[in-house]
């Protein structure tokens, strides 16, 4: 069983950046993919980003590319995304996800351990 839980959201202007974090609970951290993914009212929960197990290999949705980067640190079970150049369009409840086995994914069902969510809000 791994917990997750997020911090780190608010209400930024556009432009400007944000960093979210993850902390997870558990021993075998590095064996999870972690990923972040996000939810806009009335739409459905969308992928962000995803991290191998031991960080090797990073994959991002087409819209967050070169603005977003997602992290690891193994030894202090933690995932983080940095958000720069935040636009409206980013707006949304970003939700932290661990995956069992350490490839990446851009499928929400195949995650295993979901976080309660931390509201980002980036206003124009």
Same mark, same amino acid.
């Given at each position: ?17 944000l960093r979210l974090s ?15 993914? !996000?939810?806009? #009212?009335?739409?459905? !929960? ?20 070169? !603005?977003?980067?997602?992290?690891r640190d193994n030894a ?11 636009? #409206? ?18 499928? #929400? #069902? ?13 206003s124009s």
């Open positions: 069983q791994v917990q997750l839980v997020e911090s780190g959201g608010g209400l930024v202007q556009a432009g400007t950046s993850c902390a997870a609970s558990g021993r075998t951290f590095s064996s999870y993919a972690m990923g972040w993914f !996000r939810q806009a #009212p009335g739409k459905e !929960r969308e992928f962000v980003a995803t991290i191998s197990g031991r960080g090797a290999y990073t994959y991002y949705t087409d819209s967050v590319k070169g !603005r977003f980067t997602i992290s202090k079970n933690t995932v983080s995304l940095q958000m720069n150049s935040l636009k #409206p369009e980013d707006t949304a409840v970003y939700y932290c996800a661990a995956k069992i086995g350490s490839s990446v994914s851009n499928s #929400p #069902p195949v995650y295993d351990y979901w976080g309660q969510g931390t509201q980002v809000t980036v």
